[in-house]
């Protein structure tokens, strides 16, 4: 995919999911200037151990047998943060969306019939 079409997709998409952006810049701000609360940053630092080690993260999934496994190829992007090949989503970003799960949901409703097991969820966890 090149530069501007990739840039394009995650315009759209970012769109699409305008609170989980907007609450996790809200997020990134708070953590910067006051603090957050003690659940939300455990809960942010766990998201993020979750998806470091994730094969799907951008990084990992260049050659992640994982990723090649599910889409046929290797994952390759223009785009250098790090970020989740899955949904897209920067990562550093997604992880501070208290509302939002993890990409492989947004993987899964886009793809029936190619699941991929979602490393975590909204929080708190709904019941």
């Not at 999911?17 to 940053?41: C, F, M, W």
């Not at 501070?96 to 886009?110: D, F, H, P, Q």
Request: aromatic share 10%; with cysteine; glycine share 6%.
């Amino acid at each position: 995919m090149n530069y501007f079409s990739e840039r394009a997709r995650l315009l759209i998409a970012g769109i699409k999911h305008i609170d989980g952006v907007l609450e996790s810049r809200y997020n990134q701000v708070k953590r910067a200037t006051v603090g957050l609360s003690p659940e939300i940053e455990a809960e942010a630092d766990r998201r993020l151990e979750i998806c470091l080690d994730c094969p799907f993260n951008s990084v990992n999934a260049r050659t992640s047998p994982e990723y090649k496994a599910l889409t046929g190829q290797s994952y390759s992007t223009t785009r250098d943060e790090l970020h989740c090949s899955l949904c897209s989503c920067p990562i550093h970003y997604k992880v501070l969306s208290m509302g939002t799960a993890c990409g492989a949901n947004e993987w899964n409703n886009a793809n029936p019939g190619k699941y991929v097991q979602p490393k975590w969820f909204t929080y708190p966890p709904t019941t």
